[in-house]
């Protein structure tokens, strides 16, 4: 009989199977102590380095960007003195610490605003070959790092320029929050910036003074740390799999002071699309670490997790329960069918059919007795039915399918229970604090970054606008082709006259526009069509009621709030209507909840110098959600629009270690279902179906079909009494065949007395 075949397999995977699930209940869901800083608090950090270094990266290459898009511009229009290039860049642009204009010809500086810049590194290989005007980092005499960006002015009949503007690679101006510092690290580890420290001259104790001596040492530890972790590929650093963030991110843990525990997140530096190789920042090896000290939890078991231990010995106990019963009420019964129907097969008729307690097992019994009979087994039943015996009576009303039931329903206890009442949260689950300060600081993270998209859409019509001339339409939309081709933000870009009539056009259809004075140069119109439509526009110099337009893409919004780790991320104008989502969304609808409403319109109070963020903890029966209401702050033309980003989650996100096991329990309740569907399907598969079949084929045999040949569906005990069931099919019929026979056979005439008997012997 194959190993794999028959009733014996399935037990046995059912009982090992109960056995691993146990002891994996026990392990997870047992006696533990729970970590000293909860995994989402590490993952906050991490995804909060994310944010700062995407902000960093867009910083560098925006400015990167715009000071090339302005040598462009200032390279097709006419010669212009370095003084006014300067002028010009610093008026459009508040972004550099230092500008400088150098005569490539004699060296000698042509024109510097702001912070003084170093030439000594201004050499050959700057300025040639393949890396030639590639931004770089270099060191002043005070020790701060630059990165020096280059462009190059070339007018024809005047010696070539170079452009040349520098900025610190400073903290990006996020919001940090209490207790958070932020640095940007180069290659090595070494600290380039920092951010979130107090002054130690500031601090009132020694107490202070060396609490903050100890985080300036833990920033250093984590930063070289941070620095040779990013140093791996992206590909090979993270689990296969795994998408997110396109750069190598992490979190780390470090020292302890005070009940404090520090933890930190990493981000390199990366491109926003993996395949997009023309990122400078990128390039440039830098890494963000965020760092926050957050209070120890107390390490311990909870009388919860004491249940885990109970639910593995009750598992294993109604598991033994479940195997019990298929063995004794199906393995036993058909073992005991397979030797008394190869025993009848063989001939041996001398010993009645043994009895069975019910099911298909007692159907097949009965019918093997009435067979003994009908082959001439002493005691059989006779009478003029031909030893047929009496008629079988109905059905037995506890089959092998009520035994896979009751098995079922033995497990079914232990799964249910654990699956959906073990472990249970509801709304007093204690949410860590720093979750809920991170999602207020993330959000306005978001809002300022969409903010100064905005802003940069706007500065870049403004830059575009120099070179719109209303007279020459055909060299107009060349322009705008070209700048439509360059900006992938903008879905049009069109020329509107003093009268709203549309001068110029590239792109999609346009939208009305008014140039009156109080409104805004960002606006949204639109309503009660499919999306909204976002206007920028940038009056023409010496051109008076003309404006440059530009409509921003609603889908770029929304590419700017899609941040892992935050939910749902919307953009709500000052009625709390949808503008912008990271999911999707209809126009203009309302927000899903009038908490998030009364939030953003919270948000939009003024105190003190304007709007600040506000983060809330929504109890709402047992789901808790942690919110957050960013208004637009800060400067330029969209800083006074009236927008908030408003962000929320369910905290059954969070990696909490009350989540966590719920989770688990959740796990082991549908592993458990999985391996009841898995070996009572194989049962009925394998045993019950064919089983069934073979008790109508064994009824109907006893009845006197000798017609139907049966054949064994598989090579098991079932399959073998189909085998010996067709044996006695045989015999039953060579027996009718010989009984049939003999009557027909002519009888010899008795012999004369004296003459012997003839047929006695011999033929």
Request: hydrophobic share 40%; aromatic share 4%.
């Amino acid at each position: 009989m194959p190993l794999l075949g028959g009733i014996r397999p399935p037990i046995a995977v059912l009982c090992v199977l109960i056995l691993a699930l146990a002891g994996l209940t026990a392990q997870v869901l047992g006696p533990g102590s729970d970590p000293v800083v909860p995994k989402a608090v590490l993952s906050s950090q991490q995804h909060y380095a994310e944010d700062g270094a995407i902000a960093l990266r867009a910083s560098i290459d925006e400015r990167v960007t715009d000071l090339r898009r302005t040598a462009t511009a200032l390279n097709a229009g006419k010669p212009a003195e370095p003084e006014d290039v300067l002028s010009d860049l610093g008026t459009t642009y508040q972004k550099w610490t230092g500008t400088t204009v150098v005569d490539l010809e004699s060296g000698d500086v042509l024109a510097a605003r702001g912070e003084r810049i170093p030439l000594g590194w201004l050499d050959k290989d700057v300025l040639t070959g393949e890396h030639a005007l590639i931004p770089r980092m270099v060191r002043l005499e005070t020790g701060d790092v630059r990165l020096m960006t280059m462009a190059l002015l070339d007018w024809k009949g005047r010696p070539q320029q170079l452009l040349i503007a520098s900025n610190s690679l400073s903290v990006p101006p996020i919001t940090l929050g209490p207790f958070r510092t932020m640095a940007v690290v180069a290659r090595g580890g070494e600290v380039l910036a920092t951010a979130g420290f107090e002054r130690s001259e500031a601090l009132n104790s020694d107490q202070e003074r060396k609490e903050l001596e100890f985080l300036q040492k833990q920033m250093s530890d984590l930063s070289g740390r941070a620095a040779e972790r990013t140093e791996d590929h992206p590909v090979t650093a993270k689990e296969p799999g795994s998408r997110g963030y396109p750069g190598i991110s992490g979190s780390v843990t470090g020292g302890e002071y005070n009940g404090r525990v520090v933890t930190g997140g990493y981000a390199s530096l990366a491109s926003s699309d993996p395949e997009e190789k023309d990122s400078v920042a990128a390039g440039l090896g830098l890494t963000v670490v965020a760092m926050l000290p957050v209070v120890a939890e107390q390490s311990g078991a909870t009388g919860r997790e004491l249940y885990g231990l109970i639910a593995a010995g009750a598992l294993v106990v109604l598991g033994l329960l479940a195997a019990a019963v298929l063995w004794a009420r199906v393995q036993r019964p058909l073992l005991r069918l397979f030797l008394e129907s190869r025993r009848l097969a063989r001939g041996d008729l001398t010993r009645p059919v043994g009895t069975f307690r019910g099911g298909e097992a007692a159907r097949i019994g009965s019918a093997l007795e009435r067979l003994r009979g009908q082959l001439g087994g002493p005691g059989g039943p006779g009478g003029p039915d031909g030893g047929k015996g009496t008629k079988r009576g109905g059905r037995a009303r506890f089959g092998i399918r009520a035994q896979l039931a009751v098995t079922a329903v033995l497990l079914l206890l232990w799964c249910v229970p654990v699956g959906l009442l073990l472990n249970r949260t509801d709304d007093s689950v204690s949410v860590p604090a720093p979750m809920v300060n991170d999602q207020r600081d993330r959000t306005d993270l978001v809002s300022d970054r969409v903010r100064r998209a905005l802003n940069e859409a706007q500065a870049d019509l403004v830059s575009t606008s120099r070179l719109v001339d209303v007279a020459d339409r055909a060299a107009t939309e060349k322009v705008l082709e070209d700048a439509l081709r360059r900006h992938t933000r903008y879905a049009a870009l069109y020329v509107v006259e003093a009268g709203g009539e549309v001068a110029a056009r590239a792109g999609g259809d346009p939208h009305d526009w008014s140039d009156e004075k109080d409104l805004p140069l960002v606006r949204i119109s639109g309503e009660g069509g499919r999306k909204p439509v976002l206007q920028a526009g940038a009056p023409l110099p010496e051109q008076e009621g003309v404006t440059l337009v530009g409509e921003v893409r609603v889908e770029f919004l929304n590419s700017l709030l899609k941040r892992p780790g935050l939910g749902e991320v919307r953009v709500a104008d000052a009625k709390g209507r949808t503008l912008a989502a990271s999911d999707g969304f209809l126009a203009f609808e309302e927000l899903p909840r009038e908490a998030l409403t009364d939030l953003v319109r919270a948000g939009s109070v003024q105190v003190g110098a304007g709007p600040v963020e506000n983060g809330l903890l929504i109890r709402d029966g047992d789901t808790i959600t942690v919110a957050a209401a960013a208004p637009f702050s800060g400067g330029g033309v969209a800083a006074d629009i009236g927008w908030t980003v408003v962000s929320w989650q369910n905290a059954d996100r969070f990696q909490i270690t009350a989540y966590e096991q719920e989770d688990r329990s959740v796990l082991a309740g549908l592993l458990g279902l999985a391996a009841i569907v898995v070996c009572l399907g194989w049962v009925h598969l394998v045993v019950a179906r064919p089983l069934r079949a073979l008790a109508t084929s064994a009824e109907k045999l006893a009845d006197g079909d000798l017609k139907a040949v049966l054949y064994p569906t598989y090579h098991d005990e079932v399959g073998a009494v189909v085998r010996s069931l067709e044996l006695i099919r045989q015999q039953l019929q060579t027996r009718r065949q010989q009984q049939t026979r003999r009557p027909a056979e002519p009888r010899p005439a008795d012999p004369r007395p004296g003459e012997p008997r003839l047929g006695a012997g011999g033929r």
